[in-house]
């Protein structure tokens, strides 16, 4: 089964890194990308793995948000998201960076302890309706 919309049989001239060891030269820090928080990701180390196993319009999970890096990366990629996290100020932060667009539909975050079963279950479960609710109204 294919896990991506990548064209395999020209996998050597698609920029998906192959090796076990990746070597990126500049920080991505186009559109929504700030590098404002500590410890936050590259945002090509979410763009790699999104467009390596997901297709377009597949739901992504992230339990521990930070400042949107990967949320930013689905939205540029047509993938859809789930993202929590328990600093509340990121939360602010990330709502605030998407509040623009058609995008508002693809996704969902909320304050979350994601090492708390019962809040992700509820969550998940808030998350999903809400990201029905939103595509039916289209
Ligand atoms: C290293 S940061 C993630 C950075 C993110 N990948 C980015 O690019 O911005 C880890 C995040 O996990 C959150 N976090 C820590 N413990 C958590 C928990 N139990 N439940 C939910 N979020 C948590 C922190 O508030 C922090 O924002």
Redesign the pocket.
């Given at each position: 089964m294919k896990h991506n919309d990548l064209d395999l049989k020209n996998w050597k001239k698609i920029d998906i890194n192959t090796d076990s060891l990746w070597m990126i030269n500049e920080r991505d820090k186009s559109g929504k990308h700030k590098n404002i928080?500590?410890?936050?990701?590259m945002p090509q180390i979410p763009n790699q793995l999104i467009r390596r196993y997901t297709k377009e319009n597949e739901l992504i999970l992230e339990?521990?948000?930070?400042?949107?890096?990967?949320l930013f990366e689905c939205e540029k990629l047509n993938r859809k998201y789930i993202g929590?996290?328990?600093?509340p100020e990121?939360l602010e932060y990330v709502n605030k960076s998407m509040n623009d667009g058609n995008y508002t539909k693809n996704f969902y975050i909320n304050h979350?302890?994601?090492?708390d079963e019962l809040q992700v279950n509820q969550n998940i479960e808030k998350a999903e309706k809400n990201l029905i609710l939103k595509i039916y109204n289209l």
């Open positions: 928080y500590h410890g936050n990701f339990p521990f948000m930070g400042s949107g890096t990967t929590f996290d328990i600093n990121m979350c302890n994601s090492l």
